[in-house]
């Protein structure tokens, strides 16, 4: 059984910074990549930035220069820094992650946390 958990969203001043956290746990062999999406309401899930274990990151054009993402492979944790933040990063963001499961079997399976608000007031 593999576990997304994110924690750290609330409630935040334009301007303002936020740090997200998601810790991966579980039966796992690898995981690759670990990155966070998000929803606003009334709009599709969009992507924020992803990280893969060999240190690529990739980001939103939305978010470039505000967002940093890092993780640290040994415990299979991200955090998501997010400053400068806008009224329109509020949105519930996700965590997710590819895992593969068991050494002799190549196919990665998708994870999703559970969601973490974060709302910034303008």
């Known amino acids: 059984q593999v576990q997304v958990v994110e924690s750290g969203g609330g409630l935040v001043q334009a301007g303002g910074s936020l740090r997200l956290s998601c810790t991966v746990s579980?039966?796992?062999?690898?995981?690759?990549?670990m990155g966070w999406y998000r929803q606003a309401p009334g709009k599709q899930r969009e992507l924020v930035a992803t990280s893969t274990s060999g240190g690529s990151t990739n980001y939103a054009d939305s978010v470039k220069g505000r967002f940093t993402i890092s993780r640290d492979n040994a415990k299979n944790t991200a955090a998501l820094q997010m400053g400068s933040l806008k009224p329109e990063d509020t949105a519930v963001y996700y965590c997710?992650?590819?895992?593969?499961?068991?050494?002799?079997?190549?196919?990665?399976?998708?994870?999703w946390g559970q969601g973490t608000q974060v709302t910034v007031s303008s």
């Open positions: 579980g039966t796992i062999f690898s995981i690759n990549p």
């Open positions: 997710y992650t590819d895992v593969q499961l068991t050494p002799d079997i190549p196919r990665q399976y998708k994870y």
